[in-house]
């Protein structure tokens, strides 16, 4: 394979030269910088080949981090991902010396997941909670961009994705502890339907249009609240339901409720740890497109005070 142009270091070593991995990849990047992106890509590849066959987890996991972040640029998204998790696992294994290093290689894994499509929550809460621990207000503010941390209302082009959300979150919660001919009206159309008349009433967390949790307020009822799959146990419920209740009590609500259908319960120990008590059972129209549905369930209340919505 001819040499890339570019300004390339030798130096020798045992008697005969090498190129050092370092260099390498510094003069990799200076060609980068200069558009040169197939000789760089060739340096890149070499330093790899060369880090690989020595042993260098160092330089191998460093390689990989730009080759990612190139292969992402070009489009190449399956391989940038590979590249990013395994610089991203060899800088685990390195220890907290490398906790900038690891950060950087959980940004680029996050960045191909959200280019591929995929949920990327896990590596961007990770990225940012190293940013935060190493005082890099840049790392934190855009991992903090990408996990949507703030409640904000819904816009109307997020109707779809809210909606099924909504719908995804409710058959996750309640298929197996419903009636089956309540089941049945909840289709993904009955929950567009009633999130298009609902969402000036919804507040969202996540980016606009592509939401990782919703919570709806009716009066003094705190009457939705969900989290996409990918978004459960990481703390973002409690975000939700401050900023629920937060604005519950800015309404002037002094004691708010919510409905927990009989047998959810996962749904009610969070309500329990979030301080609401479960007050009684009853009955209560559920709204469908056939009208209400009767539906017993679990109600509970929470006396509530002016607070600052909660932030991760």
């Not at 558009?35 to 060739?42: F, Q, W, Y």
């Not at 082009?157 to 409710?170: C, D, K, Y």
Request: with cysteine.
């Amino acid at each position: 394979m001819a040499r890339p142009s570019g300004p390339a270091t030798m130096r020798t070593t045992d008697g005969g030269p090498m190129r050092d991995i370092d260099w390498l990849l510094t003069d990799a990047h200076a060609l980068r910088e200069r558009g040169e992106l197939d000789p760089a890509r060739a340096l890149y590849d070499e330093a790899l080949e060369k880090a690989r066959a020595t042993g260098e987890t160092e330089g191998l996991a460093k390689a990989l981090r730009h080759v990612s972040d190139m292969d992402r640029e070009a489009g190449r998204l399956e391989a940038a991902l590979a590249a990013a998790e395994e610089a991203a696992t060899l800088y685990g294994a390195l220890g907290r010396e490398h906790r900038l290093d690891l950060a950087n290689a959980l940004r680029l894994t996050a960045l191909a997941l959200e280019a591929l499509g995929r949920p990327a929550l896990q590596p961007w809460r990770e990225a940012g909670d190293l940013y935060a621990e190493l005082d890099i207000a840049a790392g934190l503010a855009e991992a903090e961009r990408h996990l949507g941390l703030v409640v904000r209302p819904a816009q109307s082009v997020e109707l779809e994705p809210l909606a099924r959300l909504w719908w995804q979150g409710w058959r996750d919660a309640h298929l197996p502890i419903v009636p089956e001919a309540l089941a049945r009206l909840r289709t993904l159309e009955s929950f567009t339907t009633r999130m298009a008349a609902a969402l000036p009433q919804v507040r969202v967390l996540g980016p606009v249009g592509a939401p990782i949790g919703l919570h709806l307020i009716k009066d003094d009822e705190l009457n939705q609240l969900y989290l996409a799959a990918e978004a459960r146990g990481a703390g973002f419920a409690a975000v939700l339901m401050a900023d629920a209740e937060a604005h519950l009590a800015d309404a002037g609500v002094r004691k708010a409720w919510l409905a927990c259908a009989i047998g959810n319960d996962r749904a009610a120990r969070f309500y329990e740890k979030s301080g609401w008590t479960r007050a009684r059972a009853e009955i209560v129209p559920t709204e469908t497109p056939a009208g209400p549905f009767p539906l017993e369930v679990w109600r509970y209340e929470k006396v509530l005070t002016r607070s600052e919505p909660q932030t991760l």
